[in-house]
């Protein structure tokens, strides 16, 4: 896909628009570009050297939001996206859904979550990931907050409140019911959103490391027999609750105090996209 003199160049190559707010210094936005593994490559690394360019504030990246979803990106794209994450200093949204990301992808998956521990939503619905790869992002993604941070750090961000919106359905996960059961015993602390009034992007109602919103809607066939889930237990345990229907998240509250930029917040009609309106 090398552009020529006289042919179109490829959507990533394009100028950014004119805002008149200016540039999105805060938005990477690369979705539905129809791009391959060597274009997300060079587009990353057209793209960060643009930003650096702009930016006056050093060498770290001020993107809190990656939008690289509705691609054809597989490990190397993947790859080098997390590279691009990890130059961040305040990320807060990932976006790779409807990608063709399948479990070699994992391992990188896995480094951004270990390492960007700010991080508030990684978007990989409509994937190829088994659960194999599913099970280790969300190892990854518990161990790097309850381990990779200081105990102050790790207070502070249940008391604020944040849980990782982690969205990981339609992928090809066998027995989801048995493999959430089996993450709860070992202790993984993972919340599946079906309060929608009290859990949501950013806040859930447990104060849970892990949301896994949608969880059990996979596209690979389930035959595990229908039974209550791990959480639905540790519910019943807690607190008696009444079941709430699946609905899109309630919107999510301000942002973080500490931050100066405009934030990165999902809002009803990109959940709705991505759900391909199934959500109920």
């Given at each position: 896909?090398?552009?020529?003199?006289?042919?179109?160049?490829?959507?990533?190559?394009?100028?950014?628009?004119?805002?008149?707010?200016?540039?999105?210094?805060?938005?990477?936005?690369?979705?539905?570009?129809?791009?391959?593994?060597?274009?997300?490559?060079?587009?990353?690394?057209?793209?960060?050297?643009?930003?650096?360019?702009?930016?006056?504030?050093?060498?770290?990246?001020?993107?809190?939001?990656i939008d690289v979803s509705q691609n054809h990106i597989a490990?190397?794209?993947?790859?080098?996206?997390?590279?691009?994450?990890?130059?961040?200093?305040?990320?807060?949204?990932?976006?790779?859904?409807?990608?063709?990301?399948?479990?070699?992808?994992?391992?990188?998956?896995?480094?951004?979550?270990?390492?960007?521990?700010?991080?508030?939503?990684?978007?990989?619905?409509?994937?190829?990931?088994?659960?194999?790869?599913?099970?280790?992002?969300?190892?990854?993604?518990?161990?790097?907050?309850?381990?990779?941070?200081?105990?102050?750090?790790?207070?502070?961000?249940?008391?604020?409140?944040?849980?990782?919106?982690?969205?990981?359905?339609?992928?090809?996960?066998?027995?989801?019911?048995?493999?959430?059961?089996?993450?709860?015993?070992?202790?993984?602390?993972?919340?599946?959103?079906?309060?929608?009034?009290?859990?949501?992007?950013?806040?859930?109602?447990?104060?849970?490391?892990?949301?896994?919103?949608?969880?059990?809607?996979?596209?690979?066939?389930?035959?595990?027999?229908?039974?209550?889930?791990?959480?639905d237990v540790a519910s019943v345990e807690e607190v008696a609750?009444?079941?709430?229907?699946?609905?899109?998240?309630?919107?999510?509250?301000?942002?973080?105090?500490?931050?100066?930029?405009?934030?990165?917040?999902?809002?009803?009609?990109?959940?709705?996209?991505?759900?391909?309106?199934?959500e109920e």
């Open positions: 896909r090398v552009p020529t003199p006289t042919g179109p160049r490829p959507a990533w190559e394009a100028p950014p628009a004119r805002m008149s707010g200016g540039h999105r210094d805060w938005l990477l936005d690369l979705a539905k570009m129809e791009l391959t593994d060597d274009d997300a490559e060079a587009a990353c690394q057209k793209k960060v050297a643009q930003h650096k360019r702009r930016s006056s504030k050093g060498e770290r990246l001020e993107y809190q939001e490990t190397r794209g993947c790859k080098a996206v997390v590279d691009v994450c990890l130059q961040c200093q305040d990320l807060r949204v990932v976006k790779l859904f409807k990608n063709e990301l399948t479990d070699r992808a994992a391992p990188a998956i896995c480094r951004l979550l270990e390492e960007c521990l700010e991080l508030e939503q990684l978007h990989l619905s409509y994937n190829q990931l088994t659960g194999q790869g599913a099970s280790e992002i969300i190892l990854a993604a518990s161990r790097g907050r309850s381990t990779g941070a200081r105990a102050s750090e790790r207070r502070e961000r249940r008391d604020r409140g944040i849980t990782l919106w982690l969205r990981l359905e339609h992928n090809r996960i066998k027995r989801s019911t048995e493999m959430l059961e089996e993450l709860w015993e070992k202790r993984v602390d993972f919340c599946e959103a079906r309060d929608a009034q009290r859990c949501g992007p950013r806040v859930c109602k447990r104060c849970a490391l892990v949301h896994l919103p949608y969880f059990s809607k996979q596209d690979a066939n389930d035959t595990s027999p229908e039974r209550s889930t791990a959480t609750v009444v079941s709430a229907p699946v609905l899109p998240p309630a919107p999510a509250p301000p942002a973080r105090q500490h931050s100066r930029g405009p934030v990165a917040v999902v809002s009803l009609e990109e959940e709705d996209e991505e759900d391909e309106g199934e």
